[in-house]
T-cell receptor
Framework: EAQVTQNPRYLITVTGKKLTVTCSQNMNHEYMSWYRQDPGLGLRQIYYSMNVEVTDKGDVPEGYKVSRKEKRNFPLILESPSPNQTSLYFC??????????????FGPGTRLTVT | GQNIDQPTEMTATEGAIVQINCTYQTSGFNGLFWYQQHAGEAPTFLSYNVLDGLEEKGRFSSFLSRSKGYSYLLLKELQMKDSASYLCAVRDAGLTGGGNKLTFGTGTQLKVEL
């Protein structure tokens, strides 16, 4: 089954404790992206990657890191989480925008709480 | 940058037709998407417009006018399961990133009533 998976689905952590949210897709998609969703603010892009070893900042990259060592994986790293990073996070993937079909497929979401 | 506006909430009756509008301002337009998101779930793709005009897909249609910076999503024969948030998203043909930076509106919460 074609899908985007994220782990963990739920996480409660404390300020300053490094964490990684994994994202994996099995559709051989070139493009992957991370979003956070907050009430009243909608989905905001954190980072995106056009292909392996190619990443770029979205609208809200501060406090986050990403890597794209393999095509299928795009982990989101919070080196020192803070309470303002409490949010619902979505990973998404799609074919390259140079193709005719590049709708984004979203993972199930990771609800992160930082105390 | 981009600025995307859509109504916060709408209510409609089962079996009716509803139109959800989206206006945008962008420095470089490279396509507009509509997504549906049920509470607590991931967004799912509904439609994509890059040229002016109407795209129809079953009960859902989407319209785009690039000169007006305007799109709408039309939902026909509304069903209770259509109660969800509808997200308008614009792709930016920026100088970096190969034109794949996607900006979402805050979403329109649609409530379908009996």
């Amino acid at each position: 089954e074609a899908q985007v998976t994220q782990n963990p689905r739920y996480l409660i952590t404390v300020t300053g404790k490094k964490l990684t949210v994994t994202c994996s897709q099995n559709m051989n998609h070139e493009y992957m992206s991370w979003y956070r969703q907050d009430p009243g603010l909608g989905l905001r892009q954190i980072y995106y990657s056009m292909n392996v070893e190619v990443t770029d900042k979205g609208d809200v990259p501060e406090g986050y890191k990403v890597s794209r060592k393999e095509k299928r994986n795009f982990p989101l790293i919070l080196e020192s989480p803070s309470p303002n990073q409490t949010s619902l996070y979505f990973c998404a993937s799609s074919l390259s925008p140079s193709t005719s079909s590049y709708e984004q497929y979203f993972g199930p979401g990771t609800r992160l709480t930082v105390t | 940058g981009q600025n995307i506006d859509q109504p916060t909430e709408m209510t409609a009756t089962e079996g009716a037709i509803v139109q959800i509008n989206c206006t945008y301002q962008t420095s470089g337009f490279n396509g507009l998407f509509w997504y549906q998101q049920h509470a607590g779930e991931a967004p799912t793709f509904l439609s994509y417009n890059v040229l002016d005009g109407l795209e129809e897909k079953g009960r859902f249609s989407s319209f785009l006018s690039r000169s007006k910076g305007y799109s709408y999503l039309l939902l026909k024969e509304l069903q209770m399961k259509d109660s969800a948030s509808y997200l308008c998203a614009v792709r930016d043909a920026g100088l970096t990133g190969g034109g794949n930076k996607l900006t979402f509106g805050t979403g329109t919460q649609l409530k379908v009533e009996l």
